[in-house]
């Protein structure tokens, strides 16, 4: 047991931590960093950025993230979207590789770092719900293929550029006979191996006597082991010198030095809808990934917190010397089935980096390129989801053409105009939504004190009394379709001469819709037409006592429905003749 | 009575329409028109145009609005707020009276047009909701600071430039001593009388016997006589030669030759976002005048109708040589109250202009600009809402604080960049309401079958099921508040065994809160909780039936809330060992 003052300084998860889970999360580090090296190699080539961005972007983001993050078991580094994201980024601004773009690659991780911890500072996690999964998984299908068709360019050792898909085809068409066969035969039978592990290996280890989750993660490892075999292949045969096979070469060793180089303002208006682009997609991303685990575990995740935590690992990517940076799938799901009991994992698996980039920096200079390439394809091609879309238009066209033309503009004019694109669509959605409140006219139930739609239920109404329920908050963007739906009944039933408003779903009701009322209960009274209130909830009520609507109210604000449907039933004949109260406000 | 073929082709107001509804229009053509000489100049020099521009932009646009707009009354043509957008947008591109700058200008008022119809053949007239009052009231407002800060310099004679308010007033004081006095004295003279005009005219008139429309329409016309008297005094005196009064001068009589000037990549880059602000601006800003008079007329307004009718104008408006133009809260309310009843009305204004335009254009040579300036002056001056502001504030902070972000985002950076903070805020606003949906806990009410919030009846629930109501459609937007609702609900009570989710409220379920209440159902049964629906309403379980929510559903499916409190009741103790039940689906 801790003592108290300690127990509220410390995050929960440490609170029970003891020598069995630093066990669990030693192996889960260590695990995660066989991974993250070759994958963090291949994504900062990736990028157009040398080998060895990935390497610094691995070690004091995930710390950074360990520090301010909400999951536990969040393995945060370079993943493949982001790094397409950078590449298209900066492929405008600098020749890929030089040191001009690298340090336009920092800028650009600083950036959407400060983006996210402005969004997190303000506390607007809620822009994580911005992007549906229509809109979502359209982007990764059209990213994935353009990631696939840019890898087949290294896997093949050939030259070619281009920002769509059909850029990047046509380019790597005209280059066709400049492929390296040495590179593609290496390249190639990784691929066959990679995608065979993929699909066999877990099960073999079980054959062998592993448990299921040893095996899980075994075959998840079976690209280090290529890795390995094909840098062993290269060194031996001389494949680098004597086939012309592309080689990731000389990695500095040792550390770079931090700085944080801050970009003049015409680099910054270049760089900023990128950033916030790259910021966007990689919170959406790492905090579904996290908020999956997490329910798994019974556990909560902050998406504001999350904000703060992925904004401070990219400053830490930009002072370190990395790249744009998120939480990423798959290394995440091997640190949770690796057993990783808390945010230690991944000091343990930046600690291990550290020990790599210091003393194995030599070890990749004859790992080639094309087999790096082959590591990317094949984890990246589980992106292109057509099993998905195809469900997602059974189930609705709307959320299919939200795909369809996200994933289009991904591939016809680049990323991002594509997320851009999906963005757009999602807003659109959202207004539209939001636009198109439940209205109901509504009827006594005969006999009862309940009130019902007349399009659904043999109810009871008053000739001349308009009874409308509106099933939502009502604010500036649906007050309009209220008035709307409101003018429709009143043509359809001209001799209204009374209209209640029951607000039993009502909880708020912004300023907009406010002025629009006080302004209906206006234009009705010079028609001649009351307006009523019935069912005002209690906060409602109290915001609106002092407001022009209830001070020049022309009818009654009645508690209950049924109340408001006996005062106003004028079928009795005295009543023909009552007068029209305008200015006398009676608040229930 | 028409012969019902002639009758389907025309509009509504044309099957009625005889020789009285004519002279009314007629009346009201006219009124406009006066009105419409000096506020078309004044805003075409506002906007750095020559002056004719104005004069251009009231004829085609007028017409092309009868044509497709919805809207009987509402008199289309340059306005305030749009003319500074279009100098905003146009000062960093050209000079401001260069021919350049006028063939810009035609440019972004077509580029608006094509906008503003693009939205309308998409339907998309819901971007009218984008805008809250408070938005749209710091906004007038912000710009309605600045115009009148531009037109001081104007009627003083003074030079002076700048974007925001700050950059405008520093550069008027610092020219503080080249005020042309003249100017000022002529100028500050017609400032006096017209606020006077508006003040008392009206009141003045209904004293001499007139009626109070007539009243009305005769003090909104103080201007023109001012703008005639002014005219007199200046050619009388020679305050142009003598005094360096400046003065409209030569207006090319006769029309312009009609083209349409197709901007390059380049341009069409630099104008697309301004024109996009300006549609939006002018269109909210039109749709709203028009819909409040519909309202008093007991006619619609049909949103994506007002989209091709301000679209068509915008088009005509570059076409005829003029400038961005929309619907104009004050001749709209001039030409309503002089008895408009038809579009008619506008074509005889355009009519009346194109006479005015072909005879008269001589007569403005000496119409100084100070007085010109206090014309903009007065009437922008109401804009100026800081009443609204306090009462905003008094009934809302978020509404009040987004009044005074727009506003001062307005001043402080200029309108663009306070419109899209506007937007950005309204956007934001949307999404954060959407994404806190009403969520109740419910219960028993004892002795019935009705089910209630759990925080506000005293209700009886069961210790090892859940019960919860979403009272909203679900979608992407607010399905991980549900969620996150669910998961807070858990922790409190972690014995629960079953969780009920009651739709009754759940008209639609869109694609991604399909996928996410696909993995609560997983979750929650590895977790050993079976997951239960009620009351789903007929369509969506219609569309639920095929889809491996309900294929792979750990609990069941109940029609009504009671038979699943029934069901799930395991107080009696032969239920507490009844199995998990994983894959068998029972839809009611």
Chains 1, 2 share one sequence.
Not at 18 to 35: F, K, N, P, W, Y
Not at 173 to 180: F, K, V
Request: charged share 15%; glycine share 8%; proline share 5%.
């Amino acid at each position: 047991m801790l003592a108290p003052a300690r127990a509220r300084l410390l995050p929960p998860w440490a609170k029970t931590y003891g020598t069995a889970a630093l066990r669990h999360d030693l192996i889960a580090g260590l695990v995660v960093v066989v991974m993250l090296v070759p994958q963090s190699l291949a994504y900062a080539l990736m990028a157009g950025l040398p080998a060895q961005a990935g390497l610094y972007a691995s070690m004091l983001p995930i710390l950074a993230y360990a520090v301010f993050g909400s999951s536990r078991t969040l393995a945060v580094g370079p993943v493949a979207v982001v790094s397409l994201m950078t590449a298209s980024a900066l492929a405008p601004l600098a020749a890929a590789g030089s040191a001009e773009y690298g340090t336009l690659a920092l800028m650009l991780a600083g950036l959407s770092g400060v983006i996210l911890l402005m969004l997190g500072v303000l506390r607007l996690g809620v822009v994580a719900n911005l992007l549906s999964h229509p809109v979502i998984a359209g982007f990764a299908t059209g990213s994935a293929v353009i990631i696939i068709i840019g890898q087949i360019k290294s896997l093949a050792g050939m030259p070619g550029s281009g920002h769509s898909a059909l850029q990047l085809a046509a380019s790597l068409a005209s280059h066709l006979t400049e492929i390296n066969r040495a590179a593609l035969l290496l390249g190639g039978t990784a691929l066959v191996l990679l995608i065979l592990a993929r699909r066999h290996a877990s099960s073999l280890l079980q054959r062998f006597g592993c448990s299921q989750t040893v095996a899980d993660i075994g075959s998840k490892l079976a690209p280090v082991l290529v890795v390995i075999a094909a840098t062993l292949v290269t060194q031996a045969l001389a494949l680098d010198s004597r086939y012309g096979v592309a080689v990731v070469g000389e990695i500095p060793g040792g550390l770079p030095a931090l700085a944080l180089p801050l970009p003049s303002l015409d680099i910054l208006r270049a760089l900023l809808l990128p950033a916030a682009a790259i910021a966007l997609v990689g919170f959406v991303e790492s905090v579904s990934v996290a908020q999956s685990l997490a329910m798994k575990r019974q556990e909560r995740i902050d998406a504001n917190r999350e904000l703060l935590g992925l904004g401070a690992a990219n400053l830490a990517a930009a002072v370190a010397g990395g790249l744009p940076v998120t939480g990423g799938l798959s290394r995440t799901v091997v640190n949770h089935a690796a057993g990783a009991q808390s945010p230690l994992a991944g000091v343990i698996a930046a600690a291990a980096m550290l020990l790599v980039v210091t003393t194995l920096s030599g070890a990749f200079t004859q790992l080639p390129i094309c087999v790096l390439a082959a590591t990317i394809i094949v984890p990246v091609s589980s992106l292109i989801d057509l099993a998905g879309l195809r469900r997602t238009w059974r189930y609705g066209r709307a959320d299919g053409l939200a795909f369809v033309l996200t994933a289009g503009g991904v591939l016809g004019a680049g990323v991002e105009t594509g997320i851009a694109l999906g963005i757009l669509l999602s807003l659109l959605s959202i207004l539209w939504r939001a636009s198109r409140p439940h209205i109901a006219i509504i009827g006594r139930v005969p006999g009862t004190e309940q009130f019902r739609n007349v399009n659904r239920v043999a109810v009871a109404t008053l000739p001349r009394l308009l009874a409308m329920r509106v099933d939502e908050n009502l604010f500036f963007g649906n007050v309009p379709a209220v008035e709307a739906e409101l003018q429709r009944a009143l043509l359809v039933q001209p001799a209204t001469r009374d209209v209640l408003l029951v607000m039993s779903s009502v909880s708020s009701i912004d300023m907009t819709a406010l002025d629009r009322l006080i302004e209906l209960n206006q234009t009705l009274a010079a028609r001649g037409i009351r307006l009523h209130f019935a069912d005002i909830k209690g906060p409602v009520l109290d915001r609106l006592r002092h407001t022009e609507l209830l001070e020049a109210l022309s009818g009654q604000v009645f508690r209950f429905t049924h109340e408001a449907f006996n005062a106003l039933d004028d079928t009795a004949p005295e009543d023909a003749e009552r007068p029209l109260r305008v200015a006398t406000p009676s608040p229930a």
